[in-house]
Protein backbone atom coordinates (compact mmCIF):
# COMPACT_ATOMS: atom_id res chain seq x y z
CA UNK A 1 0.00 0.00 0.00
CA UNK A 2 1.16 3.71 0.00
CA UNK A 3 3.84 4.99 2.18
CA UNK A 4 3.95 7.82 4.07
CA UNK A 5 7.02 8.74 6.00
CA UNK A 6 7.81 11.44 8.64
CA UNK A 7 11.37 12.94 9.68
CA UNK A 8 12.37 12.92 12.49
CA UNK A 9 10.48 10.83 14.39
CA UNK A 10 11.60 11.91 17.30
CA UNK A 11 12.87 15.32 18.47
CA UNK A 12 14.23 16.81 21.42
CA UNK A 13 14.63 20.71 21.69
CA UNK A 14 15.31 23.79 24.13
CA UNK A 15 12.43 26.04 24.82
CA UNK A 16 12.55 28.96 22.26
CA UNK A 17 14.37 27.06 19.40
CA UNK A 18 12.19 26.18 16.16
CA UNK A 19 11.81 22.21 14.66
CA UNK A 20 10.67 21.34 11.13
CA UNK A 21 8.90 17.92 10.44
CA UNK A 22 8.97 16.41 7.00
CA UNK A 23 6.48 14.08 5.45
CA UNK A 24 6.79 12.51 2.26
CA UNK A 25 4.76 10.46 0.57
CA UNK A 26 7.08 7.74 -1.08
CA UNK A 27 5.11 6.26 -3.95
CA UNK A 28 2.34 8.27 -4.53
CA UNK A 29 1.85 12.41 -5.60
CA UNK A 30 0.46 13.81 -2.59
CA UNK A 31 -1.52 17.26 -3.46
CA UNK A 32 -3.40 17.53 -0.29
CA UNK A 33 -1.42 16.55 3.41
CA UNK A 34 -3.22 16.33 6.75
CA UNK A 35 -1.02 17.66 9.88
CA UNK A 36 -3.06 16.71 13.39
CA UNK A 37 -1.65 16.64 16.73
CA UNK A 38 -2.35 14.41 19.60
CA UNK A 39 -1.25 14.48 23.41
CA UNK A 40 -1.09 11.69 25.40
CA UNK A 41 -4.22 9.93 26.02
CA UNK A 42 -6.04 12.17 23.70
CA UNK A 43 -7.63 11.55 20.26
CA UNK A 44 -5.72 12.85 16.95
CA UNK A 45 -6.55 17.21 16.04
CA UNK A 46 -6.47 18.22 13.05
CA UNK A 47 -4.31 20.98 12.46
CA UNK A 48 -4.18 22.11 9.04
CA UNK A 49 -4.71 21.37 5.28
CA UNK A 50 -1.66 21.05 3.37
CA UNK A 51 -2.05 21.97 -0.11
CA UNK A 52 0.68 21.15 -3.00
CA UNK A 53 1.62 24.97 -4.13
CA UNK A 54 -1.02 26.91 -2.15
CA UNK A 55 -1.21 28.42 0.64
CA UNK A 56 -2.19 25.48 3.42
CA UNK A 57 -5.66 26.19 5.69
CA UNK A 58 -5.58 26.19 9.02
CA UNK A 59 -8.60 24.90 11.76
CA UNK A 60 -9.80 27.08 14.11
CA UNK A 61 -7.44 27.79 16.91
CA UNK A 62 -4.46 27.19 15.31
CA UNK A 63 -2.24 29.91 14.96
CA UNK A 64 -0.56 29.72 11.44
CA UNK A 65 2.51 31.77 12.54
CA UNK A 66 3.46 29.34 15.11
CA UNK A 67 3.24 25.92 12.90
CA UNK A 68 4.40 27.07 9.40
CA UNK A 69 3.80 24.60 6.71
CA UNK A 70 4.95 24.44 3.33
CA UNK A 71 3.94 22.17 0.97
CA UNK A 72 6.73 22.78 -1.86
CA UNK A 73 6.63 19.46 -3.72
CA UNK A 74 4.20 17.03 -4.64
CA UNK A 75 6.11 14.23 -2.42
CA UNK A 76 7.00 16.92 0.70
CA UNK A 77 5.19 18.55 3.37
CA UNK A 78 6.76 20.26 6.28
CA UNK A 79 5.33 21.79 9.80
CA UNK A 80 7.80 23.77 11.36
CA UNK A 81 6.76 24.63 15.23
CA UNK A 82 8.55 28.20 16.05
CA UNK A 83 9.62 29.52 18.59
CA UNK A 84 8.84 25.93 20.83
CA UNK A 85 7.61 25.89 24.23
CA UNK A 86 7.09 23.09 26.63
CA UNK A 87 3.11 23.23 25.90
CA UNK A 88 4.11 22.07 22.01
CA UNK A 89 5.13 18.53 23.45
CA UNK A 90 3.02 16.35 21.48
CA UNK A 91 2.95 13.57 18.73
CA UNK A 92 2.36 15.22 15.25
CA UNK A 93 1.32 13.07 12.53
CA UNK A 94 0.76 13.83 8.76
CA UNK A 95 -1.68 11.90 6.54
CA UNK A 96 -2.13 11.89 2.93
CA UNK A 97 -4.89 10.35 0.54
CA UNK A 98 -2.99 7.73 -1.80
CA UNK A 99 -5.31 8.72 -5.26
CA UNK A 100 -4.76 4.62 -5.61
CA UNK A 101 -7.18 3.31 -3.26
CA UNK A 102 -10.59 5.16 -3.15
CA UNK A 103 -11.21 7.34 -1.03
CA UNK A 104 -8.35 5.89 1.88
CA UNK A 105 -5.69 7.99 3.58
CA UNK A 106 -2.52 6.78 4.94
CA UNK A 107 -0.50 8.04 7.74
CA UNK A 108 3.03 9.02 8.78
CA UNK A 109 4.72 6.97 11.72
CA UNK A 110 4.23 10.02 13.71
CA UNK A 111 7.06 12.65 15.51
CA UNK A 112 7.14 12.64 18.78
CA UNK A 113 8.16 16.04 20.33
CA UNK A 114 9.44 17.06 23.30
CA UNK A 115 10.55 20.91 24.12
CA UNK A 116 12.14 21.23 27.11
CA UNK B 1 -19.54 16.49 9.48
CA UNK B 2 -21.62 14.05 11.73
CA UNK B 3 -20.36 13.29 15.40
CA UNK B 4 -20.11 9.42 16.31
CA UNK B 5 -20.10 7.51 19.57
CA UNK B 6 -18.61 4.72 20.72
CA UNK B 7 -17.60 2.96 23.59
CA UNK B 8 -14.68 4.29 25.77
CA UNK B 9 -12.94 1.09 25.94
CA UNK B 10 -14.01 -3.01 25.43
CA UNK B 11 -12.22 -6.49 26.09
CA UNK B 12 -12.12 -9.39 23.93
CA UNK B 13 -10.28 -12.88 24.44
CA UNK B 14 -7.86 -13.69 22.15
CA UNK B 15 -9.43 -15.49 19.41
CA UNK B 16 -12.71 -14.82 19.48
CA UNK B 17 -14.66 -11.90 17.07
CA UNK B 18 -14.45 -8.37 18.47
CA UNK B 19 -17.40 -6.22 17.58
CA UNK B 20 -16.84 -2.88 18.09
CA UNK B 21 -19.99 -0.07 17.96
CA UNK B 22 -20.83 3.00 16.47
CA UNK B 23 -23.29 5.28 16.36
CA UNK B 24 -23.73 7.92 13.86
CA UNK B 25 -27.66 9.10 14.22
CA UNK B 26 -27.44 12.12 12.37
CA UNK B 27 -25.69 10.74 8.94
CA UNK B 28 -26.26 12.51 5.69
CA UNK B 29 -27.10 10.36 2.74
CA UNK B 30 -23.93 11.11 1.37
CA UNK B 31 -21.76 10.65 4.39
CA UNK B 32 -19.67 7.44 4.47
CA UNK B 33 -18.54 5.57 7.96
CA UNK B 34 -14.90 4.77 8.23
CA UNK B 35 -12.96 2.87 10.80
CA UNK B 36 -9.37 3.50 11.37
CA UNK B 37 -7.08 2.19 14.43
CA UNK B 38 -4.28 3.82 15.76
CA UNK B 39 -1.78 1.33 18.23
CA UNK B 40 -0.16 2.79 20.86
CA UNK B 41 2.47 5.81 19.67
CA UNK B 42 2.09 4.87 15.69
CA UNK B 43 0.01 6.53 13.07
CA UNK B 44 -3.50 5.77 12.50
CA UNK B 45 -4.26 2.80 10.17
CA UNK B 46 -6.71 2.60 7.86
CA UNK B 47 -9.06 -0.31 8.09
CA UNK B 48 -12.48 -0.13 6.12
CA UNK B 49 -15.27 2.07 5.02
CA UNK B 50 -18.81 1.62 3.65
CA UNK B 51 -21.62 3.68 2.40
CA UNK B 52 -24.85 1.27 3.22
CA UNK B 53 -23.73 -2.03 1.92
CA UNK B 54 -21.83 -4.46 4.08
CA UNK B 55 -18.21 -4.30 3.73
CA UNK B 56 -15.54 -7.40 4.13
CA UNK B 57 -11.84 -7.06 3.92
CA UNK B 58 -8.98 -9.39 4.92
CA UNK B 59 -8.73 -7.25 7.65
CA UNK B 60 -12.76 -7.26 9.01
CA UNK B 61 -16.40 -6.93 8.45
CA UNK B 62 -18.58 -3.62 8.14
CA UNK B 63 -22.23 -4.03 9.80
CA UNK B 64 -24.08 -0.63 8.49
CA UNK B 65 -27.89 -0.79 10.13
CA UNK B 66 -30.07 -0.31 7.48
CA UNK B 67 -31.60 3.27 8.39
CA UNK B 68 -27.28 3.72 8.78
CA UNK B 69 -28.12 5.20 12.00
CA UNK B 70 -25.13 3.06 13.62
CA UNK B 71 -22.67 0.32 12.47
CA UNK B 72 -20.48 -2.61 13.85
CA UNK B 73 -17.04 -3.30 12.78
CA UNK B 74 -15.99 -6.86 13.06
CA UNK B 75 -12.77 -8.30 13.61
CA UNK B 76 -13.42 -11.99 13.32
CA UNK B 77 -10.67 -13.57 15.12
CA UNK B 78 -8.67 -11.04 17.66
CA UNK B 79 -5.39 -11.28 18.20
CA UNK B 80 -2.71 -9.25 20.85
CA UNK B 81 -1.75 -7.46 18.03
CA UNK B 82 -5.09 -6.09 16.94
CA UNK B 83 -5.21 -3.83 21.05
CA UNK B 84 -5.51 -0.57 19.84
CA UNK B 85 -7.63 2.58 20.01
CA UNK B 86 -10.31 2.26 16.92
CA UNK B 87 -11.76 4.97 15.43
CA UNK B 88 -15.31 5.17 13.54
CA UNK B 89 -15.48 8.47 11.68
CA UNK B 90 -18.25 9.88 8.93
CA UNK B 91 -17.61 12.14 6.27
CA UNK B 92 -18.38 12.78 2.78
CA UNK B 93 -16.63 10.38 0.54
CA UNK B 94 -16.74 8.59 -2.87
CA UNK B 95 -13.91 10.14 -4.53
CA UNK B 96 -10.44 9.69 -4.85
CA UNK B 97 -9.03 12.80 -2.90
CA UNK B 98 -10.75 12.05 0.18
CA UNK B 99 -11.19 14.89 2.72
CA UNK B 100 -9.85 15.57 6.10
CA UNK B 101 -10.74 13.79 9.06
CA UNK B 102 -11.85 14.55 12.24
CA UNK B 103 -11.45 12.07 14.94
CA UNK B 104 -13.63 11.32 18.18
CA UNK B 105 -12.42 9.44 21.06
CA UNK B 106 -12.16 6.24 19.79
CA UNK B 107 -12.53 2.58 21.57
CA UNK B 108 -9.85 1.20 23.50
CA UNK B 109 -9.78 -2.32 22.45
CA UNK B 110 -7.58 -4.78 24.97
CA UNK B 111 -7.32 -8.35 23.48
CA UNK B 112 -6.45 -10.56 26.90
CA UNK B 113 -4.98 -14.17 26.21
Known amino acids: GAVVSQHPSWVICKSGTSVKIECRSL??????MFWYRQFPKQSLMLMAT?????????EQGVEKDKFLINHASLTLSTLTVTSAHPEDSSFYIC????????????FGPGTRLTVL | DAKTTQPTSMDCAEGRAANLPCNHS???????VYWYRQIHSQGPQYIIH???NNETNEMASLIITEDRKSSTLILPHATLRDTAVYYC??????????????FGQGTELSVKP
Open chain 1, 95 to 106: SSPSGRVTDTQY
Open chain 1, 27 to 32: DFQATT
Open chain 1, 50 to 58: SNEGSKATY
Open chain 2, 26 to 32: TISGNEY
Open chain 2, 50 to 52: GLK
Open chain 2, 89 to 102: IVRVGGGNQGGKLI
